[in-house]
């Protein structure tokens, strides 16, 4: 008998017969009930806290906030995706700019050195993000692939202010997840960080020591 | 953990098990804690054919063993009375692990009547009898201990300080790690001795370190190993079941 | 750097008392587990302040009995939807057939290099030195891993590998080992540490990784981590093999997010953690990264025989999390190397005996005050105390003989101290006479009693039993106070 049969069989023959199948209440994990502007202060409270930055900015205006952004922490070369329109218009309006756009829609077989030595920030869209934990949730695609937000040293996170919901289960239920998950869906809250040392923080071990999640409001607003 | 229990009205007739620590070291304890009762107008019966509740050999993991000992004692109690018990750990083993030691066996349902009819003392004087006290003791500080069975077995980490806190001349400190347990378990301490050993000095030291010269405790056997440590050292601090400390004070 | 091929530092669970009193007698490992617990402790307390505790361990617990519930059928549903997605599923009974399979993988990758994501799993199975025997080298890259295999030891704590040391001895592995500067200052360690690793990551043929929790609805795989190394060890290297117990599977994907509420709450007082890393399939064509091949090996290891038995169910429900260490008084003192296996602590004392059976680790059972701490913390409410008294039981050759090595710690000598006890406690005449000579003869009671009086005063037997004394009371009653 193969392990996996032998496994199935041990299991369905319990020696203590069949078990009762308990009921899951889930409310306490959603219904939170909060305003528009009550989670996006609990999302800009919780990721600030754990090393994040948050700029607001008028989604018109988003792009030179992004250029702002770029040479403050003096980014040269910016990896990026093409069809997103974030991508796009990134593209658009740092195409006369000093920073090196980067394609990230290439095979990483072909770049993976330049990609891990010679990339300065990666630029992503995100899906939504998640107010009780200060959480931005990525789908990577092939435009935006999964390794520029987490190789670069520093992450620049797009994200719509009315894409920001109340908790992970809603989130889950509201799109529909277990209909079709992606190849890989990712929560991000700040940047890579370890306490292995003593319990002492550091950021960056692994992946970006910086997260800067620029937050478009439509309108005028911020 | 426990789940809430409604408590009855004051009974005019308990119960009282003495335990084996208590009836064998600390017997003036057991008979403080009759005497507040019966200061309360109930009537104390104390059956004298009881001995263990048995849970020495019940951790051990001689079950058999604790179940003859405990079938003893189920006998002792027939009329409806509550049963009290000034130990949360004797009293967290009758309540909670009687319907387990007894399940499946034909005295699972007596077993789950007297669990359901035990009271820790503290618990009790606190929840039942509604205890007003009138300190006539000296100004004094004293430190708590409440026995890990009692505050997370019985689930009744505020009795103990809620009965001193009726205490108007006592000012009552909290150590350090109030919630850590004191290293006695029963066999563990014999077990694996310098486990416990370190432990209980952990346990003295935060006491100490808050001045104070007395804890008091609802259970003998951390008594007996908290205070145990401070006579080896010849620390002068002193250690008193809540139910003598109590009495002393209010009589 | 070179990676270090043997661990030199062995325990092992017969050697607790020993390796107890070494811990015990070693400053540095009792204040860095001190202040380590302690913090834990308080960043636990504090961020769970805000919620319904109870109710969230209840849908916990709920959730992972739900699964359990279904074990079987949820395994067969997880591999047909992992196939689906792409995902190859293994299944191993035995740890060195988990092992024996990862290699193979490795081997027809020609692999020479794998790069770890921190799996518990396979350090339970010894892989790394299963598959450095084999000329495959495995170097941990999670930052605490990598520290204590830096310095030829295992981890000490299952959410934090290297809790047992401090920045100090840190500075000094890694100046040892890699040539650093000696420091305290931790970024400039942690730097160091990442550009050691990122040129493996690049290199690696394979990434391993464990898995938080498997979903079998949308055949998902979930990884929870902060520093990222778990990210690449699964997208950067060509191939990923995922490894897990079986007990690891929920059944749907809105089980996830209250499971992982109560993990990294419970696990470091986190909110959250800086990676929710979900795995459903090998990079699909059109896509430009991840691994072109995914591999699940669930291994068993004696989890289906826990599985057999009511009350040792619950174990399974375990999620990892380390609160249970982390409150425990035991844990505290002596570190987690003490325990001599994989899972230290609580938890572990009551699985490493059906991984390992009692001859093994049957001085675990009993390295417990049954304080409860571990209980009252567990965010799936595993009635732990519970366990570890009835592996007790088991040890004693009182339980049900479900736990490999039941009966070993059965001595007459102690049956026989236990009987007496019976017989007099059931006795109850013979008791009260023994309990009133206690007490007369006390000057003729040793002043020593064996370990306990090596730091405690021995305790003295009344003048008068609590029985003579009521007796005395109720006769004396109507005439007033008596005091």
Not at chain 1, 32 to 37: C, D, N, P, T, V
């Amino acid at each position: 008998m193969s392990a996996r049969d032998a496994i199935l069989k041990r299991l369905r023959e319990r020696a203590d017969g069949p078990l009762a199948v308990p009921e899951c209440d889930f409310a306490v994990v959603t219904n939170r009930g909060w305003s528009q502007a009550e989670r996006l202060e609990r999302f800009e409270r919780w990721i600030t806290s754990v090393h994040g930055e948050v700029i607001h900015t008028p989604r018109a205006d988003w792009t030179r906030r992004l250029a702002e952004v770029l040479a403050a922490k003096g980014v040269q070369r910016l990896a990026l995706g093409r069809e997103h329109p974030v991508a796009a218009e990134a593209r658009k309006a740092l195409a006369d700019a000093e920073v090196e756009l980067v394609d990230a829609d290439r095979d990483i077989e072909g770049w993976q050195s330049e990609q891990f030595e010679r990339v300065d920030a990666g630029l992503t869209s995100t899906r939504g993000a998640i107010a009780e934990t200060g959480s931005l949730w990525l789908w990577p695609t092939p435009d935006e692939p999964r390794l520029i937000s987490l190789v670069p040293p520093l992450h620049i996170a797009v994200l719509d202010a009315e894409t920001v919901e109340d908790t992970f289960f809603d989130v889950v239920e509201a799109h529909g997840w277990a209909g079709g998950m992606p190849t890989n869906a990712l929560l991000v809250s700040g940047p890579s960080k370890t306490a292995d040392i003593e319990q002492t923080l550091a950021y960056g071990v692994h992946g970006p020591r910086e997260l800067v999640v620029l937050v478009r409001h439509a309108g005028e607003r911020p | 953990m426990t789940p809430v229990k409604c408590y009855p009205p004051k009974p005019e007739r308990v119960y009282f098990f003495g335990t084996c620590l208590v009836d064998l070291f600390y017997p003036e304890a057991g008979l403080d804690g009759i005497r507040l009762l019966e200061r309360e107008g109930i009537e104390v019966l104390f059956p004298q054919d009881q001995t263990c509740c048995g849970q020495p050999p019940y951790t051990s993991g001689y079950h058999d063993e604790a179940r003859a000992v405990a079938a003893a004692q189920l006998d002792l109690f027939p009329e409806p009375w509550p049963i009290i018990v000034p130990s949360g750990s004797c009293g967290g083993m009758m309540r909670t692990h009687y319907p387990q030691l007894f399940a499946g066996t034909p005295q699972e349902a007596q077993a789950r009547e007297v669990a359901g009819r035990v009271f820790e003392l503290t618990e009790f004087l606190v929840h039942v009898c509604h205890l007003r006290l009138e300190d006539r003791g000296e100004p004094e500080t004293v430190v708590m201990h409440t026995s890990c069975s009692a505050r997370r077995e019985m689930g009744l980490a505020e009795t103990g300080p809620a009965l001193l806190g009726k205490l108007g001349q006592v000012e009552l400190v909290e150590q350090a790690r109030a919630s850590e347990c004191c290293g006695f378990g029963g066999t563990f301490a014999v077990r694996h001795p310098e486990v416990s050993a370190a432990m209980v000095e952990d346990k003295t030291q935060a006491i100490e370190a808050t001045g104070a010269t007395r804890f008091v405790t609802s259970d003998c056997g951390c008594m007996m190993n908290i205070a145990g440590r401070f006579e080896h050292q010849k620390k002068p601090v002193k250690g008193e079941h809540i139910a003598s400390y109590l009495w002393r004070r209010t009589s | 750097m070179s990676a270090p091929t043997h661990p030199v530092q062995t325990y092992s669970p017969r050697e607790f008392h020993r390796q107890a009193h070494d811990a015990l007698g070693n400053p540095q490992i009792r204040a860095n587990f001190r202040k380590a617990m302690d913090g834990l402790m308080a960043k636990r307390r504090d961020i769970f302040s805000d919620w319904d505790l109870e109710t969230l361990r209840e849908l916990g617990a709920n959730i992972r009995l739900r699964a359990l519930a279904k074990l079987p059928d949820l395994l067969e549903r997880l591999e047909a939807n992992c196939a689906a997605n792409g995902i190859r599923v293994h299944w191993a009974e035995s740890g060195e057939e988990a092992c024996r399979l990862i290699r193979e993988i490795c081997e027809a990758h020609d692999a020479k290099s794998v790069i770890k994501g921190k799996s518990m799993v396979s350090e339970e199975m010894h892989l790394n030195a299963h598959l450095e025997a084999a000329g495959i080298e495995a170097l941990e890259s999670d930052l605490g891993e990598y520290l204590v295999q830096l310095n030829e030891q295992t981890p000490s704590h299952i959410i934090m590998p290297a809790i047992h040391l401090n920045t100090d001895e840190i500075s000094g592995i890694l100046h040892d080992k890699t040539g650093t500067e000696r420091t305290r200052d931790v970024d400039y360690m942690t730097a160091a540490a990442r550009a050691q690793l990122r040129e493996r990551f690049m290199a690696a043929d394979v990434g391993i990784s464990g898995v938080n929790f498997a979903v079998a609805e949308t055949g998902t795989l979930c990884l929870v981590e902060n520093e990222g190394n778990g990210r690449m060890t699964t997208t950067v290297p060509p191939v990923h093999i995922a490894v897990t117990g079986i007990e690891k599977v929920v059944e749907h994907l809105r089980d996830v997010p209250p499971l992982y509420a109560l993990l990294t709450r419970s696990a470091t007082g986190q909110h959250v953690t800086t990676y929710f890393n979900m795995i459903s399939s090998p990079r699909k064509t059109g896509e430009h990264d991840g691994p072109r091949e995914v591999h699940l090996v669930l291994v068993d290891s004696g989890r289906s025989n826990i599985y057999q038995d009511d009350e040792l169910l619950d174990t399974l429900r375990c999620i990892r999390c380390g609160a249970c260490m982390n409150h425990c008084p035991v844990y505290t003192r002596v570190g987690g190397h003490t325990y001599g296996t994989t899972y230290p602590g609580p938890i572990g004392s009551i699985l490493s005996p059906h991984l390992m059976g009692l001859e093994e680790t049957k001085d675990l059972p009993t390295a417990s005050s049954l304080c409860g701490a571990c209980g009252e913390v567990c965010p799936v409410k595993i009635p732990i105390p519970d366990l570890l008294v009835r592996l007790r039981k088991e040890s004693v050759g009182e339980g049900r003989g479900n736990v490999p090595g039941a009966g070993v710690k059965r001595a007459k000598s102690e049956v026989a101290a236990w009987k007496a006890f019976q017989w007099l406690a059931t006795h109850p005449g013979v008791w009260r006479g023994s309990m009133a000579m206690a007490g007369k003869l006390k000057a003729l009671m040793p002043s020593r009693l064996g370990p306990w009086t090596e730091c405690r005063s021995a305790p003295k037997p009344a003048k008068t039993t609590l029985h003579a004394l009521v007796k005395r009371h109720h006769a004396t009653k109507h005439d007033g106070e008596e005091r």
